[in-house]
Structure formats: C-alpha cells, structure tokens
C-alpha cells in the first residue's frame, strides 16, 4: 500500500505535516521510515491511497470486465501504477524492493482507511477485483476489510477519494498541533477502537487523526 498526500504548495506541505506528524522527507518527497509507504507531492489538493496488487493488467482487466473505468497502467521507478474508478481507486504493482510486506503502522503512520463508493454494486466490484473480504461494520452502510494491512473499510454512499487516517498518541494534543501549523481540527470522537478527529491541512487537505485504546 502507498499514500500520497497533494498540495499547491510541496514545501509548504513539509513544513505542516513535519509539525504535525514530525515527519522527515527523503529527496524526493517520499516521508523517512513511513511504513506503509508515503509521501507528497503537487499537482492539486487531494489525496491518494494506491492498494498493491500482483498483477495490475489482471487486475484492471478484471476492473472493466465488472463494469468499472480503468486507464492503462503507466510505469515508473516504483513499478506501475494507475488512477481507477474516475481516479479515486489506486493500484499498483510494486518494482522489487519497493514493497512493505509487514507495515508497522506506528506513530505518524497511516493505521485505518476508508474508501468510499456510490453503490452495492461498486462495492462487490472492488472486493472482487483486490480480493478483499468484507464483514459488517459498526456503522450502517460500512463494511470493514477483514484481511487488509493496515486495516481498512468501505462506505457505500458517495463515490470519492478515500479517508486517511494517521495515528498519534493523543488525539487533543495531536489537534493542537494541527492548529498551530495552520490548519483545522475538529472535536474528538470515540469510536469502536479509540478516538479521532477530524482534519483539515493550511491548504485544505482533509485528513483524520486517531489514537487506540489501550488494551
């Protein structure tokens, strides 16, 4: 799996999120030691969740079969990669080395997503096409993926980019540092694993933050 977080303004965005998550960044944007792997970039506001698979022309094959919208994959240092689904579904095969079999999923990491799509159908279509397995959520129309690293779910109400959520070791303080960066952060909520909040970044990127209960 691989996140990508775009800002109008990359140098801006290193300074937010390096307040926020304490984060460090390798030449080229990546984040030091993220696990799963991320990083920034530009070319507008809005982020991206890329889910690995073993074999994308299979995959997107498969995508378009099950009535879906799939751009041919395109092929870079990481291996190759595509926007499905009207670019709110991303894939990709990992070159080698570039994988992160075990994420750790620790502080400032990514630790739970949720992806969001129009309608029953979509949601059999991409549990089909990743191989995920799906069982009830905790919320009406939610779905939790019981065999995804880092754990994730499924929304059935609106097709749209996905819900990243970082983990921190307290959420209240988290916030804070949310604000003084210049962004924004709403009030904490409980759920069924701990507490979130939810954010916006000083150039309107949405993001969540949340901390587990212990035990």
Not at 17 to 36: K, N
Not at 135 to 158: E, K, L, M, Q, T
């Amino acid at each position: 799996m691989y996140y990508a977080i775009h800002v109008p303004d990359v140098a801006r965005g290193r300074d937010f999120y390096s307040a926020v998550f304490s984060w460090s960044y390798r030449s080229d944007d990546h984040i030091e030691g993220s696990s799963p792997a991320g990083g920034l970039g530009g070319g507008g506001s809005g982020v991206d969740l890329y889910f690995e698979v073993s074999d994308i022309a299979a995959t997107v094959a498969e995508l378009r079969e099950l009535g879906g919208a799939a751009p041919d994959p395109v092929e870079s240092p990481s291996g190759w990669s595509c926007l499905a689904e009207g670019g709110v579904l991303g894939l990709w095969q990992p070159a080698s080395g570039y994988a992160d079999d075990s994420p750790k999923c620790a502080e400032g990491d990514l630790f739970y997503y949720v992806v969001p799509v129009a309608d029953e159908d979509a949601k059999a279509r991409y549990a089909a096409a990743l191989g995920w397995e799906l069982a009830p959520g905790s919320h009406v129309n939610g779905w939790h993926i019981s065999n995804s690293v880092p754990p994730g779910g499924v929304f059935v109400d609106h097709a749209g980019p996905p819900d990243l959520y970082f983990r921190v070791a307290d959420v209240d303080e988290a916030a804070e540092r949310v604000r003084r960066a210049g962004g924004t952060a709403g009030e904490t909520q409980p759920n069924s694993a701990g507490w979130h909040a939810e954010c916006r970044d000083d150039q309107g990127v949405t993001f969540n933050i949340g901390a587990l209960r212990s035990g």
